[in-house]
């Protein structure tokens, strides 16, 4: 099947641009779209989270995306050449018209596709001997690494917070959970949970 792949980043772009100039390039080759994915996304958004994601775990041998350019798949060299890969992995072959790129079965693919997972295999590397030395870096200054202890459990960055003095009132002269709730205009599993954590073992 032949699909044409268009992408803009913004309401502001229009798509027809880009299924023309497919349609044309295709009437040229002789070649009939079969499905056309659109969305309107950024290119540095990661294309698993994309439609394109979706299509590309479905396509299959002697399949076909076609596109404008290269940039319509990503907006990084990496992104491309993981999308690429794949669809070497995959049999399906990715041409692009202005760029006049064609990704098939040919030695010249397979040669880009070793060398693109040869680059993704650098940069994974790079990325983790960086994570490491950075880690390392602050270990040896002993500063703190990961989240610091209580950090979504400070009370006093919570908005309830500055209520405590009337619910622990309120408590004591037995007004309920949902009465208090209204008074300070909260809902009442917020409140629950505040009193659970804050309060209940010091009433």
């Not at 950075?134 to 459990?153: D, F, M, Q, V, Y």
């Amino acid at each position: 099947m032949t699909f044409g792949y268009i992408r803009v980043s913004s309401d502001r772009q229009t798509v027809e641009n880009q299924r023309y100039e497919i349609r044309q390039f295709c009437a040229r080759e002789g070649l009939e779209v079969d499905g056309w994915i659109e969305e309107t996304v950024s290119g540095t958004k990661a294309y698993s989270k994309r439609r394109l994601g979706k299509l590309l775990k479905h396509v299959g041998k002697g399949d076909l995306i076609i596109c404008s350019e290269l940039s319509r798949l990503g907006r990084s060299l990496y992104m491309i050449m993981e999308i690429l890969s794949c669809c070497m992995r995959r049999e399906c072959a990715v041409w692009t018209i202005k760029d006049g790129y064609r990704l098939g079965d040919d030695i010249q693919s397979k040669v880009l596709a070793f060398a693109f997972g040869l680059s993704a295999e650098i940069e994974r590397n790079l990325i983790s001997q960086r994570t490491k030395e950075a880690l390392a870096r602050l270990k040896a200054e002993g500063k703190p690494i990961g989240r610091p202890k209580g950090h979504n459990t400070r009370k006093e960055l919570l908005p309830i917070s500055r209520h405590e003095a009337y619910i622990r009132k309120a408590l004591q002269n037995g007004l309920s959970q949902r009465e208090i709730a209204e008074h300070i205009h909260c809902t009442r599993n917020t409140l629950r949970r505040y009193i659970d954590r804050y309060i209940e073992n010091d009433l």
